[in-house]
């Protein structure tokens, strides 16, 4: 089966049924622009059999499996967890094809080298989700900022490849930046993941506490400067500057919001304490540089998840 081919419409696959993948899905679908999610054939029956509600709205999202595809497709959105990505990557391999574009939207800075090490590093079109406050529980889920996709080459240049996903997201009604200055982008949304999802974890807190709450910012800005201090050793320069323009993004929130590591606390999934904390202690370990915030997170965010570990073993 050729998956959702439609005359001049763009071949689409999503992998991950979260908060990232619901919230873009239903912007495809509110287009009527075609799209299937892959999955394993246990989840396909699962979701045949329910329905996702993304701002109250019902959708029940096409789903394929990998015998199903019989040609590789054009694009491919990738929308799970960093500590998932080497167990689902095996679904693509038949979705994949000399002219597929893939995009990583996972949180962290590693993902896109993990999977061009496995598909192919020309096939990877570096990018990121920015300005998603989307709050998902179970199967529904809300937001006010429907998020943006930033998307740019490695070496800066303005390619064919960025102008057909420029096109196809045009069409599909999703709000995007196409830049020149991916790679420090990436590392200022890593940024704000470090200060903001990890201290609003800690303290279990909605975006109104930073809203409103000054001192709440002071603690992020702390884990958050330990990144910029390690950013120039991957050839990024972050400043104070790009601190206050997170601050203007949260205001923009939905003040009882929560971040994803939050939800995903508080839903009893694994976090994602090595995309963030973990990895900021590894690389300051790697190039000399203290970051003892991230290491004090670090231990408090395994604390919060092994509490969690034995209630439920209770």
Not at 80 to 109: F, R, W
Not at 209 to 230: D, K, Y
């Amino acid at each position: 089966m050729n998956p959702g081919r439609v005359m001049g419409m763009e071949n689409v696959l999503f992998l991950g049924m979260g908060a990232v993948g619901m919230t873009f899905a239903s912007q495809f679908a509110d287009r009527g622009y075609p799209f299937h999610f892959l999955c394993d054939r246990f989840r396909k029956e699962k979701y045949a059999h329910r329905e996702r509600f993304v701002n109250g709205r019902p959708y029940a999202f096409p789903c394929l499996v990998p015998s199903e595809i019989s040609a590789p497709c054009d694009f491919v959105f990738v929308a799970v967890k960093e500590y998932q990505l080497q167990d689902v990557l095996p679904l693509l391999e038949k979705a994949v094809g000399p002219q597929t574009i893939i995009l990583s939207l996972l949180n962290g800075i590693d993902s896109e080298e993990v999977i061009a090490a496995r598909l192919g590093a020309g096939k990877v079109l570096p990018s990121f989700v920015a300005r998603m406050d989307s709050t998902r529980e179970g199967d529904r889920l809300v937001y006010s900022s429907p998020g943006q996709i930033v998307f740019g080459e490695a070496d800066g240049r303005f390619s064919p490849r960025m102008k057909r996903l420029a096109g196809l997201l045009e069409e599909a009604g999703v709000l995007y930046e196409a830049t020149g200055e991916i790679r420090r982008k990436m590392w200022w949304k890593f940024m704000v993941n470090v200060g903001i999802n990890q201290t609003g974890t800690i303290l279990k807190a909605p975006y109104r506490i930073f809203q409103e709450v000054p001192q709440s910012l002071e603690a992020a800005f702390a884990a958050m400067r330990e990144v910029m201090a390690l950013a120039p050793y991957s050839g990024v320069s972050l400043t104070e500057k790009d601190l206050q323009e997170s601050v203007r993004m949260l205001m923009q929130f939905n003040p009882e919001g929560k971040n994803s590591m939050l939800q995903d606390l508080e839903a009893g999934r694994k976090m994602e304490i090595e995309t963030f904390a973990g990895k900021v202690c590894r690389l300051g370990e790697q190039h000399g540089v203290a970051t003892p915030v991230n290491r004090l997170y670090y231990n408090l965010l395994k604390t919060l998840e092994c509490q969690l570990a034995c209630d439920r073993n209770k």
